[in-house]
């Protein structure tokens, strides 16, 4: 198959699943042209829901998205799942080419799935999701689902990847007291208390509702539904997908959508930017790394003198990367 970039980018945009794989596969490596090709298709996209759900490990977070994303299917929506570090598999599927496995949920009707690494991202969200998600944006996904377990940065990352954020809870592992310590409030537009078959299922609602009721929101602003689901029946899955249309609305007729996309453009803008700036840092120190180093053990400057200097050299230009 012809993977030039301008195959590439008129594959992806008539939504080819091998030249959206493939890309994914250059950009998620860091490939250079992949940069290319990417800018090329920036203006194609702005039309995916773009969904973050986190949680934590085992807690049925893949077994949801799965339920979900057959429902968006059977609405005629193409849909597209994102698994970060996934540790658990999606269902059904056969394996196409290189870690994507297409899930059937009726005749030739598919949903393309895409395992990730958080590589380089101090263990938040890696520049690859960001540029993942645009790439299954421009190539016509109504839907995109980002699963990341929700523990150390890719779960305060999420909210800055996705418009829509889903935090899930299970009964009976202390998650209510873990989610007051990792910030959850702050992230979750949706609460999901998955395996509400279990005991405690009461319980956890509650202690839910209780702090949301000291959390202050605004006029306007939208507040957090508490849903309940057996992912594994299916049962409360549709309540999930009104709730997720709820906040998609809300979302385009409030100005908090809009802050949120600029938010999430930001957020990309500053991670390719730290990628970049990091790149060319390491070739201009790359001839005098050892030299700088020996000369701060000797005293001779400090370190942070020695950033200083090859920032400075970066920023003029005077690098040996055009
Ligand atoms: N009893 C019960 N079990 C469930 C429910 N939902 C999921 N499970 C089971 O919980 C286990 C973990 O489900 P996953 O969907 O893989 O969970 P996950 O959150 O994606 O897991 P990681 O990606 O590994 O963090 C599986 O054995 C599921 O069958 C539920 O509602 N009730
Ligand atoms: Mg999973």
């Not at 193409?78 to 059937?104: Q, W, Y």
């Not at 600029?262 to 060319?280: C, G, N, Q, T």
Request: proline fraction near 2%; charged fraction near 25%.
């Amino acid at each position: 198959m012809d993977f030039s970039n301008e195959a590439l980018i008129s594959g992806v945009k008539a939504g080819n699943l091998r030249s959206v794989s493939r890309l994914i596969t250059l950009a998620e490596n860091g490939v250079p042209r992949a940069r290319t090709v990417m800018a090329e298709l920036y203006r194609s996209g702005g039309h995916a829901h773009v969904i973050g759900v986190t949680g934590s490990p085992g807690a049925g977070k893949s077994t949801l998205v799965d339920q979900l994303a057959s429902t968006f299917r059977k609405d005629g929506k193409k849909v597209a799942i994102l698994a970060i570090d996934p540790t658990s598999p999606f269902s059904g599927g056969a394996v196409l080419g290189d870690r994507i496995r297409m899930v059937k949920t009726a005749e030739d009707d598919t949903i393309f799935i895409r395992s990730m690494a958080t590589r380089g991202a101090l263990g938040g969200l890696s520049r690859g999701t960001l540029d993942a998600v645009q790439i299954l944006d421009a190539a016509g996904f109504d839907v995109i689902f980002v699963e990341t377990v929700g523990v150390g940065q890719a779960e305060v990352d999420i909210v800055r990847t996705a418009d829509t954020c889903v935090v899930v809870l299970v009964p009976g592992m202390g998650d209510s007291v873990q989610a007051i310590k990792a910030g959850i409030l702050e992230i979750a537009d949706l609460f999901v208390i998955n395996k509400a078959d279990r005991d405690g299922a009461d319980m956890l609602h509650k202690d839910i509702r209780v702090l949301l009721s000291l959390a202050e929101y605004e006029e306007g602003s939208f507040k957090p539904p508490i849903l309940r689901t057996i992912a594994t029946e299916g049962s409360g899955v549709s309540e999930v997908v009104e709730s997720l249309g709820e906040h998609t609305r809300w979302l385009s007729s409030s100005k908090e959508g809009k802050k949120r996309r600029l938010k999430i453009l930001e957020e990309r803008v500053m991670k390719i930017a730290s990628e970049i700036l990091y790149e060319k840092l390491a070739q201009v120190a790359h001839d005098r790394v050892a030299g700088l180093i020996q000369d701060c053990f000797e005293k001779r400057t400090d370190p942070y003198a020695v950033v200083e200097k090859l920032v400075g050299e970066v920023l003029s230009g005077n690098d040996k990367t055009e």
